[in-house]
């Protein structure tokens, strides 16, 4: 952990932090100045994002998972703070959206989703073990499962809502639920949950292939993320941002903190997870969303872009205060 590894060199307090959070944003920027700087069509991406999403990150997930005693796997307080915080973040940052778009439903959801769904996807994972260690892997892979719910459930709802259309429910439930049970992350993660249940170990050969994507999952989706933000436009960034991003970056990961400590009876490590994840910038889903539903579009693309940038000095922020002692649990 971070913590003791600052402890171990008092004369450069800084400089662990600095080495741990530069790899992250240094893959970012650089995928960001490929992606100003090279004159390569965006389609170019689709494959390194199905690498990503399909066939590396999965096996991060499992392998995270299945090493895991089952027990630790049924914190459901755990799981009822941390998505209560992450809808309470929806519902403040809707709010906004709503005063912003004078109520506008459709654009007040993909700014909902701006303000509380974090990249707990690409950057989630490999910060939180890098910064917390393997203490971390069960919480992270919780939150984004649940919180993954919120994007597939409430979304579709809402915007059917806004558009002024009939909600066919069963229709609707049936489109989530297969969103939620065939989504490559949590069929990972509901394997991996039967593995750690069953204590089953993959043969060698196998093992080591899932080693290896485990290894490729986070530099890969770093890289990529900030291929991604650079290709989209940055055109007028919206009044209402800088509300989202305090939702976001600020108040989200403190109401997290807050609530955890207050309630009790949580690992220290688990915690602090769930405050970093919460912490960390708006994901690049929020743009997909905006682009499938036709809403919101370029400010989502601004938003990420800005919200990214912005998160490489709060989530650097957020760990020198971990690594420094300085959240201590209420």
Known sequence: MIVKDLKAVPASRMSPVVSLAFPFFGLILLGFACGRFMKIAESGLAWMNFFIVYIALPPLFFKLIGATPFEQLTNWRFIATTTFCTYLAFFLSFGIGIFA?????????????????????YMGPGLTLAALGPGSSVPTALIFVFDSMLLFTIVPFLMALGGGEKIRFWATTRLIAIRIFTHPFNVATFAGVIAAYFKWQPPQALDTMLVLLKGAAAPVALFALGVTVALRPLT???????????????????????????????????????????????????????RQYDTYVERASSGVLVGTLVSIVTVTGLLWLIAENRLPVL
């Open 101 to 121: 778009s004078r109520g506008n439903i459709r654009e007040s959801t993909i700014q909902g989703v701006f303000g509380a769904y974090s990249n707990v996807g």
């Open 236 to 290: 007028t960034i919206p009044r209402e941002m800088p509300a989202h991003l305090f939702v976001k970056l600020i108040l989200h990961p403190i109401l997290v903190f807050t609530v955890l400590s207050l309630i009790g009876g949580f690992e220290r490590v688990w915690i602090l997870t769930a405050t970093l994840m919460a912490a960390l910038p708006p994901a690049l889903n929020v743009f997909v969303m905006a």
